[in-house]
């Protein structure tokens, strides 16, 4: 059984400000690691995947995602946040490609002017 | 870019009535899932299917049903539903862990 902790349930920042949302997971195997935001009253939309290689991700709109495998860990990074990044960030993690994600309880970005 | 379409997009429905949800995607998926949303929980994965025919049990699926009869249709069925269904209902697929979501279904059951 894989699991998904999300420490920060809401997080405050301004605009222009850089941003990192915490992700541990725990699972004894080879995991597929991911982030999803979404915005309020819409469905989840994808940002970025890891599962092997180099352990710093690129995804959309300036957003990167490190893989520690010593601390179990899938940090998100945004080194400038827009007001538009208002939304709730989901980490989530799948041990197969067809059996559905795993996600944490995901984390409020409110970016204010 | 892959559509995910789900009906209705509101429900209010009565205890112990029948449910059905509606979910289609255009993008020949082989993978469709079903989450439900709700505070203080997240998503939780209901059903899951590889394939037309085929639906399996997710972490959640007591109460629920699922109908897989084509590529591009998979259905969520509450034969006899209760106010503690009432939630956010997400379809989605592709092939972990990078899937697209419709925009969710609201279901409130009085």
């Known amino acids: 059984t894989q699991t998904v902790s999300q420490s920060d349930a809401h997080v405050t920042v301004f605009e222009g400000d850089s941003v990192e949302l915490r992700c541990n997971y725990s699972?004894?195997?080879?995991?597929?690691l991911s982030w999803y935001i979404q915005h309020h009253g819409h469905g989840l939309q994808f940002l970025l995947k890891?599962?092997?290689?180099?352990?710093v991700v690129q995804g959309v709109n300036g957003f990167e995602a490190e893989f520690s495998k010593s601390d179990s860990s899938f940090h998100l990074r945004k080194a400038s946040v827009h007001w538009s990044d208002s939304a709730v960030y989901f980490c989530?993690?799948?041990?197969?490609?067809?059996?559905?994600?795993?996600f944490g309880l995901g984390t409020r970005v409110s970016v204010f002017p | 870019e892959a559509a995910v379409t789900q009906s209705p997009r509101n429900k209010v429905a009565v205890t112990g009535g029948k449910v059905t949800l509606s979910c289609n995607q255009t993008n020949n998926h082989n993978n469709m899932y079903w989450y439900r949303q709700d505070t203080g929980h997240g998503l939780r994965l209901i059903h899951y299917?590889?394939?037309?025919?085929?639906?399996e049990k997710g972490d959640i699926p007591d109460g629920y049903k699922a109908s897989r009869p084509s590529q591009e249709n998979f259905s969520l069925i509450l034969e006899l539903a209760t106010p503690s269904q009432t939630s956010v209902y997400f379809c989605a697929s592709g092939d972990t862990p990078e899937v697209f979501f419709g925009k969710g279904t609201r279901l409130t059951v009085v």
């Open positions: 299917s590889y394939g037309a025919g085929s639906t």
């Open positions: 989530a993690v799948s041990a197969h490609y067809a059996q559905g994600l795993t």
């Open positions: 699972y004894g195997g080879s995991i597929y």
């Open positions: 890891y599962y092997s290689g180099n352990p």
